[in-house]
């Protein structure tokens, strides 16, 4: 009896193993995590310089606190002289002009940072199946999310970085900093999986994916710095850096879909496609009422194709 009931869990969990494959490979899971690598990449940058402005203006009569910032960041990458120069630089740049830095990349932020937020909303309108917002909500949704990012993750970047600050043991310090990471990471991830499809969430149903991508982002976390400072130290290393930097985005964009997709296969129980995403639209498109780029056809209003794409059918 034990033994048929190993044999039906084992096929079960084969099942759905591999229905959970298909849906990973048919949702095109790995070009969309393409698309969010590229657009998280061209976004953090005026993000981290409007992170770094923010806190020159806090913490601007506590040196103390700018040279532990200096120090932690020269420390993350191997000994130079360049990048103690580079960083010493920006960091005083930032102190003379905080105010102006901080309003240019905020703004920078907002416009960078929407496109990362629509660019994930996409995404998983493919992987829940569902309607997407018209373009004037997708940008006023994106926009939200992204200043309630700005405006959490200071926070939460420093309740993860405060067991380092708060304890002289290097041992304790290194745990609580990644145990402060980790539940960052489900956070970030939480609040994305929660806040951007345009259905009904259910906490039941995203925690596991927060979980497991909030794992994944700490393997990768982990794994960079070793990078960093065992390769960087020639000049081979240093162009690895830019391949193995842009893998890293990629390979956030992977973890943020995988997440999704377990949400969406274990939990909400939606099922893979048939065949691609592409093969599918080819066959359910109706040829005959398709509309071609054809000399022979009417040109279709430029307005009215306008405000249809700007206020879809419901």
């Given amino acids: 009896m034990m033994g048929v009931n190993a044999k039906e869990k084992f096929g079960r969990f084969k099942f759905h193993s591999i229905q959970f494959f298909w849906k990973i490979v048919h949702d095109w899971s790995f070009s969309l995590s393409s698309l969010i690598g590229y657009n998280l990449l061209v976004s953090l940058l005026p993000l981290i310089l409007c992170l770094f402005s923010i806190a020159t203006l806090i913490f601007q009569g506590d040196q103390a606190v700018i040279d532990n910032i200096r120090n932690r960041l020269i420390n993350a990458f191997p000994k130079d002289e360049g990048i103690a120069d580079i960083i010493d630089g920006l960091l005083k740049s930032l102190s003379q002009q905080a ?14 940072g929407s496109r990362l937020m ?7 309108t493919i992987i829940y199946r569902i309607r997407e917002r018209s373009a004037i909500d997708q940008n006023i949704h994106a926009i939200k999310m992204l200043l309630s990012f700005i405006i959490l993750m200071p926070l939460l970047l420093i309740s993860s ?26 956070l970030l991830f939480e609040l994305i999986y929660y806040n951007v499809p345009n259905r009904k969430m259910l906490f039941r149903n995203t925690w596991a994916g927060a979980l497991a991508a909030a794992i994944g982002l700490q393997i990768l976390l982990s794994i960079f710095p070793m990078y960093v400072h065992s390769f960087m130290s020639n000049y081979v290393g240093q162009l690895g850096f830019v391949i193995v930097a842009v893998l890293l985005f990629y390979l956030f964009g992977l973890v943020l879909v995988i997440g999704a997709q377990i949400n969406a296969y274990f939990f909400d129980h939606i099922q893979p496609l048939p065949v691609g995403l592409g ?26 194709t306008l405000i249809e794409g700007l206020n879809p059918l419901p």
């Fill in 118 to 124: 629509i660019g994930i909303d996409d995404v998983l």
């Fill in 99 to 112: 105010g102006l830095v901080f309003l240019i990349t905020f703004c920078v932020s907002v416009f960078a």
């Fill in 161 to 186: 970085s405060a067991p380092a600050v708060l304890t002289k043991h290097e041992g304790l310090a290194q745990i609580g900093t990644a145990l402060g990471s980790a539940i960052f990471g489900f």
């Fill in 279 to 304: 093969t599918l639209l080819s066959r359910n498109l109706d040829n005959e009422n398709a509309i071609l780029i054809d000399g022979n056809l009417q040109p279709k209003d430029n307005t009215s």
